[in-house]
Nanobody, 115 residues
C-alpha cells in the first residue's frame, strides 16, 4: 500500500523559512519523478517544483530562486526548502510522486505565512 507522509508545514512570518518533507513507502521511490504542488483557498492546485528520477530539478514562477527541491532515495524522501517566504505562499502543499500511469498524492501540509 502506498503511503505518503508530508510534514514540516506551519506558521511562519514573512521572510522566514520552512523545510517540507514527504516520506514515501510502498513504491520504488527512485523510479518516480516527484512534484511539490500547492493549493491556496479558492485557487487551483499549482506546481511549485519538481525533481525527476535522475535528479533534474524544475521550478515554477515565484519559487525560482527561493525554493529548493531535493530527494534522498536512500530515505525515500523528498524535501522542499522554502526561503524568503511571502504571504502569497500560504497554501496546502502536496507531494506527488508519478511514474507512467502511477500517480499518488499525499494528504498535504499547511503552510501559513503571516505579514
Amino acid at each position: 500500500q502506498v503511503q505518503l507522509v508530508e510534514s514540516g508545514g506551519g506558521l511562519v512570518q514573512a521572510g522566514g523559512s520552512l523545510r517540507l518533507s514527504c516520506a514515501a513507502s510502498g513504491i520504488t521511490f527512485r523510479n518516480y519523478a516527484i512534484g511539490w504542488y500547492r493549493q491556496a483557498p479558492g485557487k487551483q492546485r499549482e506546481l511549485v517544483a519538481s525533481v525527476s528520477s535522475d535528479g533534474t530539478t524544475n521550478y515554477v514562477g515565484s519559487a525560482k530562486g527561493r525554493f529548493t527541491i531535493s530527494r534522498d532515495n536512500a530515505k525515500n524522501t523528498v524535501y522542499l526548502q522554502m526561503n524568503s517566504l511571502k504571504p502569497e505562499d500560504t497554501a496546502v502543499y502536496y507531494c506527488n510522486p508519478h511514474w507512467g500511469p502511477h500517480d499518488y498524492w499525499g494528504q498535504g501540509t499547511q503552510v501559513t505565512v503571516s505579514e
